[in-house]
DNA sequence: GTGCAACTTCAAGCGAACTTTAAGTCAAGC
DNA sequence: GCTTGACTTAAAGTTCGCTTGAAGTTGCAC
């Protein structure tokens, strides 16, 4: 960015509120590219100076940080903004839709937390065994585990989260 | 010319020790298609029965389970496959190689589940708040945090594990 | 008014992890 | 011997989450 004046906004009057990309990125540790990237997906919004520059209001950061938790706890950037979309739009969003969709990521955090758990619990007994014991280890039981699961692509999710966002409730 | 002439052993679906692709897949819960590439990206390994198709060692059961295990860790197949390079090939991974390995993901694990259990935090604090307040919700302090761990996609993985495995040595 | 960083668009590219497709071959039960 | 389903290869296609490149424009300090 340019080595103007360090406020948010040099630009106009009333254009305090407002930030560049620039500085929409700098503040979010998000690229340039990702931005435009994430409002081509409608994730987030800008409006237009007169010469077509993309200005933020600093709601933007709310919602940014609303989508890096939501892609945290495991949700595509497509189920983020269906989220985001059934948020009010206020100051911030409020109300049971927020209680909602945090429960419902507290559980899925929960899981993963309890997946990772038993994973850490199965390494252990393997040290303790030297991977030695065909009936303790648990890199030799995994298969009795492995198949449980059904095909496809399920290992590194373990549900799917639109069916939690959507039909969870 | 005969199917089983050879060390092989193709002599039937349910032949003893070797699987075809098929078995492999239902106990693994791994498609086919993936099992091929898994192949190709040198993660597992078959013989072949003279007619050309492949026949799997129980062991590669194990191989599988340790791919899994490391990309819930959060490695790469790539990096899976450095990680089983190492590995000496008896009836079980042994010795120090498989501990530091073992020690290595715990530490991994550690660090995503501190990771959840904050995130996790901030979410009981937004509930109890309302997301109503500036100074405490999460998603509005969420910016704050953010920058702090520079430009590019940062956000899903906090730390480099190609570093982890090798520099760890 | 000039210089230059910061911005613009659009399309293509990338890397990971697979899946799909097409056309053919093998294995085993009857 | 025939049939059928499981298998083979190679290449292309898919999805996600971006990044890169090219070529041009805007905004602001000097």
Chains 1, 2 share one sequence.
């Not at 927020?98 to 390494?123: F, G």
């Not at 590194?156 to 639109?162: S, V």
């Amino acid at each position: 960015m340019t080595a103007n004046s360090d406020d948010t906004r040099a630009a106009g009057p009333r254009s305090g509120d407002l930030l560049t990309i620039g500085q929409l990125s700098a503040r979010s540790g998000i690229a340039h590219s990702a931005l435009r990237y994430y409002e081509s997906l409608g994730l987030i919004q800008a409006t237009r100076t007169s010469g077509g520059q993309r200005r933020y209001s600093r709601g933007m950061l709310r919602r940014i940080a609303f989508v890096r938790a939501a892609q945290r706890v495991g949700l595509s950037l497509d189920e983020a903004r269906d989220a985001l979309d059934r948020l009010p739009e206020r100051p911030a969003p409020s109300g049971s839709e927020w209680d909602r969709i945090a429960t419902t990521w507290q559980d899925r955090i929960d899981e993963q937390i309890a997946e990772l758990e038993w994973l850490k619990a199965r390494l252990t007994g393997c040290i303790g065994c030297g991977c030695l014991s065909l009936t303790r280890c648990a890199l030799h039981n995994a298969d009795d585990r492995l198949g449980q699961a059904g095909p496809g692509a399920h290992y590194l999710r373990t549900h799917d989260p639109a069916t939690e966002l959507e039909g969870g409730r």
